[in-house]
């Protein structure tokens, strides 16, 4: 059995290989954060690969997308559309031309839009007032609910786990799934917040497990920072989406 998931695991990281540009040193100044390949989104990219049912035909938003690496490895394994989101300018440009980088199935299935946790677009245009979010450069997909919420190791300052926790209660739809990988409290400011916030909500069934060595493996920084899955749905009587 061990065997066969190596093997599984190889084949699904060869046939899934993305082209991720690189910031040069001018480039990546005071965006270290942003533009940056952070280990939780190749542990995620990975376990998509590997488990491509996760998302093939769904619809998938990408929190905090930086380069986009998750939100790629998600179309890259065949979801129906995938909108990376950011509130970084630098951020969406590397995710826009990381996007064109990859083939046409994958630039064909994703969409690159600004997107604000503070001030999220209204989901129905009939409400929008003077003061509403919702303008132009507000991207339709944005207006909808989502199968798939994808974050990797976004919580990071104050104020940003209940942000994430109105983009679940925002986006994710009914039967949606949202997938997380984050460093375990001890390692990053405020994860411990979102964690007791999700374990505490009678309206979700949240699981939280380590990720395991095999999705790790070969990521310098993941060898000494443990990072966890978050595996979220909503209890069906208390979704509040349809």
């Known amino acids: ?25 001018r480039e990546t100044f005071g965006a270290e954060i942003e533009c940056k390949v952070w280990p939780a989104s190749l542990i995620l990219a990975r376990l998509l690969w590997t488990h491509p049912t ?3 035909g769904r619809s998938v938003l990408e929190l905090g997308a930086g380069v986009g690496l998750a939100g790629l490895g998600a179309a890259r394994a065949g979801a129906s559309q995938v909108v990376l989101t950011d509130i970084n300018d630098k951020a969406l440009r590397c995710a826009r031309d990381n996007s064109a980088r990859n083939g046409e199935q994958i630039h064909a299935a994703s969409v690159v839009a600004r997107l604000d946790w503070a001030e999220p677009p ?8 003077a003061d509403s979010p919702v303008d132009d450069r507000t991207h ?9 919420l994808l974050a990797a190791d976004v919580v990071n300052a104050d104020g940003l786990p209940q942000l994430v926790m109105n983009m679940l209660d925002r986006y994710l739809s009914k039967r949606g799934l ?3 990988v984050a460093p375990r409290p001890e390692h990053r400011h405020k994860v411990d917040e979102l964690r007791a916030a999700l374990l505490a909500s009678d309206a979700m069934d949240v699981r939280v497990v380590v990720v395991p060595r095999w999705l790790s493996a070969a990521i310098e920084e993941a060898v000494d920072i443990i990072h966890e899955l978050y595996v979220v749905t909503w209890r069906v009587s208390r979704s509040p989406r349809s």
């Open 122 to 129: 209204v989901a129905d245009r009939s409400i929008a007032d």
């Open 178 to 180: 949202f997938l997380m």
């Open 1 to 25: 059995a061990a065997t066969e998931e190596a093997a599984t695991e190889e084949a699904a990281t060869e046939e899934a290989a993305l082209r991720l540009r690189c910031l040069s040193r």
């Open 54 to 56: 996760l998302v093939r």
């Open 140 to 148: 339709p997909a944005l207006l909808g609910v989502f199968d798939v």
